[in-house]
């Protein structure tokens, strides 16, 4: 716990530049992906509400579309948008969570078909890493984040650890953050169902 708060510490201090986050955002809205960094490990990304965008990351992971990716929200306003009806357990867990936690919803709106499990659900983090919850805002809407690689391979700790196959696929890899050393590692994942029924994914 005081590791996860000394680097979020760090994260905070740390600025970003605008032309980044610019040309991050620029790429979002045209279509593209990105590589970007979250507030666990870095992901590659794409407008959420756009199937061909997030067609287009399945591809590069070279992962079966019929598995899910999550997606991040900037704020709880974000989050009750892109949910049809959010179990109050959920607003509970949100809540008292220290570390970075994914929740698995059901009936998620307003995001492409093909970004969802195969039961219709989705899991979405409300994001407190400045850059990516600076671009959900200015998208307007959620941004899809996967680990960066290839499915089947171990997912990279630091910017350094992602292969050039993922740095080359992209359109765009956003600069903020990239000299890290300490590693980062995957949210924790709950999932909640109606009836405030709760299962422990990861």
Do not use: H
């Not at 620029?26 to 992906?33: C, H, M, N, Q, V």
């Not at 590069?60 to 019929?66: C, E, G, N, T, V």
């Not at 499990?117 to 899991?123: M, R």
């Amino acid at each position: 716990m005081e590791d996860y708060k000394k680097s979020t510490a760090v994260r905070i201090e740390q600025r970003y530049d605008e032309d980044d986050l610019k040309e991050a955002l620029k790429t979002l809205k045209e279509g593209g992906i990105i590589l970007y960094p979250t507030d666990t490990v870095w992901g590659i990304g794409c407008d959420a509400r756009n199937a061909e965008a997030v067609e287009k990351i399945f591809n590069l992971k070279q992962r079966a579309d019929s598995k899910s990716m999550l997606v991040l929200v900037g704020s709880e306003g974000m989050l009750q948008r892109t949910v049809k009806d959010i179990p109050d357990i959920a607003w509970q867990l949100i809540d008292v969570a220290v570390n970075p936690m994914t929740i698995i919803y059901d009936d998620p709106v307003g995001v492409a078909d093909n970004l969802k499990a195969e039961d219709g659900s989705l899991g979405i983090r409300i994001t407190t890493e400045k850059f990516s919850r600076t671009l959900c805002e200015r998208l307007k809407g959620p941004i899809v984040s996967t680990s960066a690689n290839i499915s089947g391979k171990p997912t990279p700790k630091t910017f350094a650890e992602i292969s050039s196959d993922i740095k080359n696929g992209v359109d765009y890899v956003c600069k903020f953050r990239q000299n890290e050393k300490a590693s980062s590692k995957p949210s924790n994942i709950i999932k909640v169902t109606k009836g405030n029924i709760v299962k422990v994914i990861r």
